[in-house]
C-alpha cells in the first residue's frame, strides 16, 4: 500500500508538473506594481549590479530582493541572471537562487530554469559551477529532463555538457537521475564518460573503474529494486558516508587540538622568558597589557603568571593588574572567568567581593556560577549573605549551585555574630531543607552546615533528628549543629560515634564530647581515642587530647592527676599530660600535696617504660617536696632515685645523691638496703656492657662520704672494679679473636 501511494504522487507530481511545463502561469500580469515596490526593487538592482559592491553587500541586495516574494521580483531575479556583462551579479544570484530554490514555487522553477541553463554555456568555470548548484536544488523532473538532454546533446560544447553532469550529481541518490547517468555513458566521449563514472563510484560504493560491462550489469539489479528497497539502500549510503565524515572531523579536530596546545606551550615559554627579562618595575605594567589584550591564551599565561607570584612571592595583585583582573570577570571565555575567580577568592579587597557578586548576578554559566559561589565561601565576606539566601531559596536554580551557596553560607555566619543572622535567613534555611529530596545527602549536609554557622537554637529540632541516621554526612554536621547551640542531650549517641566507622564522623563526635561532655564516661571515652591501638587517625587523636583536656579542664589538681591514670596504656601521652600540670602546678606555690602525687605518678609511669632520665628529675622533685617531713618516705623515695639515676646515662649526681640519703642518720637496714641496691645495678649484664659508665660510677662511689657504710661498702665496690675489668678483658680477648683468626 506504501508503495502505491508513492506511486501515485509521484505520477500526480509528474502530471502537475507537465501542465505546468505546457501552461505557464503569466505571472507577469498577475497583480499591478506600486511605486514604492518599484522604487524597491530599483534600489535592489542597482545594489545588485554595481561594480564597486562588496560582495557581502551585493549578497545582502539579493536576499532582500527575494525576501518580497512577488511576481515583479523573481522577474527582476530573471533579467538578473541575463546580465552576462556582469559576471559577478550573476554568480551572486546564482548561489542565491540555490539558496532559496527549496522555498520557491514551482512555477518559478520553471522561469528560473532557461536563463540558469544558459549559463551553463558560460565561458566562465566558476560561473558555470555556480549554474550547476542553483539547477541541482531544483528536484524536478523537468529540470531533470533539460540537464539530461544538454548532457546527451552533441550539439552542446564540451563544457556546458560537463556542467550538466555536475548539476546531476548533486542528486544521484534519485534512481532517476543515475538511470540518466548511466544513458550517458553510450555516448562514446570519454570526457563525458569519465565524468559520469566519477559521479557513480561514490553513490553506488562499487569500483569498477571503466568496465562498463559491469556497471550495466550494476544498473540492472538497481533497477530491479523496489522503491523501498532502494532508498534504504541510499539511506545505509549516507550513513557510512556520515560515519566517515565524522571520523575525519575527529581526526581533524585531534590534531588542530594538538597543534594548538604545541602552540599554547610555545606562547606561554615565550611569555615567561619576557616576563622574566623584565625589572620588578616593570612586571606590573606588562601583566596589566597582557591581561587586557584579546587572546585568550595570552591572558590565561599571564594568570598563571599571578597565581605563582602569589605562591611564591606572597605578591598579591593591586593597582593596575586587580582593575584588569576584575574586568576579566566579565570576559567572554568562561574559561578566563573561571581562572580569575581561582586568583580573586584569595584576596581580601572590598572591589574584589563587589566585583565578584555583580558578575554573579549576571552569570548565565552553571560552572562559573558554581565557582563564583565556592570564591564567596572563600572571601567570607557578609556582603553576599543576601545573594547565598537567594541562591539557596531558588527552587529552579542547579543543586549544585544550592549546595555550594549553603557552604559559603556557613562560612559567613562563622565570622559573624550569631544574634545578627536575620530571622528570614533562618526561615530560608529551614524551609530549603525541609524540601530537599531525602536522598540528596550532599545537599542536606551543606544546609545543616549553613545552619551550624547561624548557631540558632531553632535548628536544635532539625540537629537531634539528623543525629539519629546512618549516613556519615549528615552525621558530621548534626554533630557539629549539637556542639554549636550547645546541646547536650545526645551525649549518649555522641560517644557511640566517637567509634564510627568514618574517621571524620569521629573527629566531630570526639570534638563536641569534649566541648559538652560532663561524665567519666565522656572523658574515659576520648581518652581511649588517644590510644593509637584504638585509633588510627592521627587528627582524632590530636582532638581527643585537646578534648580531654578541655573536659579537665576546670577540675582539681587531684582530678586531674588521677584522671591521668586513664591513660596508662600510652605512658608517653600520661606523661606529657602530667608534666603539664607539673608546670601548671608550678605556678601555684601552694599545692605541695598534690605536687607530690604528681610527681610520684610520672617517676613511676617513665620507670616502667625505662625513660630513666626523666623519671630520674620527677624523684628528685619528689625527694625535695618530701624532704625533712617524713624522714623514712624521704629514704624510700631517694633510694628509688638513687636505683632510677644508676639506670640513667647520668652520673655525675650519683654522690650527690648518696650524700643526701643518709641526711644525717642511717639505720643498719637502710645502709644494707643501698649497698644491696647498688651492688645489684653494678652485677646486672646491662651494667657489664657499658663498661665505661660503669668505671665512672664506681669511681664516683670511691670518692663518695661512705665511712657510714664500713668495710661492706669497700668490699662492694672492690668486688665491682674486678667483675668490671675481667669482663673488660674477656671482650678485649674475643675482639683479637675476631680480628685474628
Known amino acids: 500500500m506504501r508503495l502505491k501511494s508513492f506511486i501515485s504522487l509521484s505520477i500526480l507530481g509528474l502530471l502537475a508538473a507537465t501542465s505546468l511545463a505546457t501552461e505557464p502561469t503569466n505571472v507577469t500580469t498577475a497583480e499591478p506594481m506600486t511605486p514604492a515596490h518599484r522604487l524597491q526593487l530599483d534600489n535592489c538592482k542597482a545594489g545588485i549590479l554595481d561594480s564597486q559592491a562588496r560582495s557581502e553587500d551585493r549578497r545582502r541586495w539579493i536576499a532582500t530582493l527575494f525576501a518580497f516574494e512577488t511576481p515583479h521580483a523573481y522577474s527582476l531575479v530573471v533579467e538578473l541572471l541575463t546580465h552576462s ?172 587540538q594538538q597543534r594548538l596546545k604545541a602552540l599554547d606551550v610555545e606562547l606561554r615559554e615565550f611569555q615567561n622568558e619576557v616576563f622574566r627579562s623584565l625589572t620588578p618595575e616593570q612586571h606590573d605594567r606588562r601583566l596589566a597589557d597582557w591581561l587586557s589584550r584579546p587572546v585568550d591564551e595570552v591572558k590565561l599565561t599571564a594568570l598563571t603568571i599571578i597565581q605563582t607570584l602569589i605562591a611564591d612571592e606572597g605578591r598579591k595583585p593591586e593597582g593596575p593588574v586587580l582593575q584588569a583582573l576584575l574586568a576579566l570577570l566579565e570576559s567572554q571565555s568562561s574559561d578566563i572567568r573561571s581562572e580569575t575567580l581561582l586568583i ?97 545527602t550532599a545537599l542536606r549536609a551543606a544546609i545543616l552546615a549553613a545552619m551550624t554557622g547561624a548557631k540558632n537554637q531553632t535548628f536544635s529540632s532539625v540537629f537531634l533528628e539528623a543525629v539519629e541516621t546512618s549516613d556519615a554526612q549528615i552525621l558530621r554536621e548534626a554533630i557539629r549543629g549539637l556542639q554549636a547551640i550547645g546541646d547536650s542531650s545526645k551525649l549518649a549517641r555522641l560517644r557511640t560515634l566517637t567509634a564510627d566507622e568514618d574517621v571524620l564522623v569521629r573527629l566531630a563526635a570526639v570534638d563536641a564530647v569534649g566541648t559538652l561532655g560532663k561524665e567519666n564516661a565522656d572523658l574515659e571515652r576520648v581518652a581511649s581515642r588517644m590510644d593509637p591501638a584504638t585509633e588510627p587517625n592521627e587528627l582524632v587523636r590530636n582532638s581527643a587530647t585537646t578534648a580531654f583536656r578541655n573536659l579537665l579542664a576546670g577540675k582539681t589538681f587531684d582530678a586531674r592527676i588521677k584522671a591521668a591514670m586513664l591513660l596508662q596504656d600510652t605512658p608517653d601521652l600520661e606523661v606529657s599530660y602530667l608534666e603539664e600540670l607539673a608546670e601548671a602546678l608550678s605556678k601555684t606555690n601552694n599545692d605541695k600535696s598534690s605536687a607530690e602525687k604528681l610527681h610520684n605518678r610520672a617517676g613511676a609511669v617513665l620507670r616502667s617504660a625505662g625513660k630513666f632520665n626523666q623519671a630520674s628529675n620527677h624523684l628528685r622533685i619528689l625527694f625535695e617536696l618530701v624532704g625533712n617531713r617524713d624522714k623514712n618516705k624521704a629514704f624510700d623515695v631517694g633510694l628509688t632515685w638513687l636505683d632510677t639515676s644508676l639506670r640513667s646515662d647520668q652520673h655525675n649526681d650519683l654522690g650527690k645523691i648518696l650524700g643526701q640519703l643518709p641526711n644525717g642518720e642511717w639505720t643498719e637496714e637502710q645502709m644494707a638496703r643501698t649497698i644491696e641496691t647498688i651492688d645489684q645495678w653494678l652485677q646486672s649484664p646491662d651494667t657489664l656492657s657499658r663498661a665505661d659508665h660503669a668505671a665512672k660510677v664506681i669511681a664516683e662511689f670511691q670518692e663518695a662520704p661512705s665511712k657510714q657504710f664500713g668495710d661492706d661498702w669497700q668490699e662492694m665496690l672492690a668486688r665491682a672494679a674486678e667483675r668490671l675489668s675481667t669482663a673488660q678483658g674477656q671482650t678485649d680477648e674475643n675482639s683479637a679473636t675476631t680480628q685474628n683468626p
Open 85 to 256: 556583462d556582469n559576471p559577478d551579479a550573476q554568480q551572486a544570484v546564482c548561489d542565491a537562487v540555490a539558496n532559496h530554490a527549496r522555498s520557491l514555487p514551482e512555477v518559478w522553477h520553471q522561469r528560473l530554469l532557461p536563463p540558469l541553463l544558459a549559463i551553463l554555456g558560460s565561458e566562465s568555470a566558476t560561473l558555470r559551477s555556480a549554474a550547476a548548484r542553483a539547477l541541482a536544488s531544483f528536484r524536478s523532473d523537468i529540470v531533470l529532463q533539460a540537464l539530461g538532454d544538454i548532457a546527451a546533446s552533441q550539439d552542446a560544447g564540451l563544457a556546458k555538457r560537463l556542467a550538466a553532469i555536475d548539476a546531476l550529481v548533486f542528486q544521484v541518490d534519485r534512481r532517476s537521475v543515475i538511470r540518466v547517468l548511466m544513458k550517458l555513458l553510450d555516448t562514446g566521449h570519454d570526457q563525458i564518460t569519465a565524468r559520469v563514472l566519477a559521479a557513480l563510484e561514490p553513490a553506488s560504493r562499487e569500483t569498477f573503474g571503466h568496465d562498463l560491462a559491469r556497471w550495466q550489469t550494476w544498473w540492472e539489479q538497481k533497477s530491479r529494486l523496489t522503491e523501498e528497497a532502494w532508498l534504504e539502500g541510499q539511506l545505509q549510503l549516507y550513513r557510512d558516508r556520515l560515519r566517515n565524515q565524522q571520523q575525519t572531523a575527529l581526526s581533524e579536530t585531534a590534531r588542530a
Open 344 to 440: 580573586v577568592q584569595n584576596l581580601n579587597d572590598p572591589e574584589v567581593i563587589a566585583a565578584v557578586l555583580s558578575q554573579f548576578r549576571k552569570e548565565n554559566n552553571l560552572a562559573v556560577r558554581h565557582a563564583i559561589l565556592k570564591a564567596l565561601g572563600n572571601l567570607n565576606d557578609p556582603l553576599a549573605i543576601p545573594d547565598l539566601i537567594a541562591e539557596i531559596q531558588d527552587q529552579n536554580a542547579d543543586l549544585n549551585c544550592v549546595r555550594e551557596a549553603a557552604i559559603a553560607l556557613g562560612k559567613v555566619f562563622g565570622k559573624i555574630d550569631a544574634t545578627t543572622v536575620a530571622d528570614s535567613a533562618i526561615e530560608a534555611l529551614r524551609l530549603r531543607y525541609r524540601d530537599v529530596a531525602p536522598d540528596n
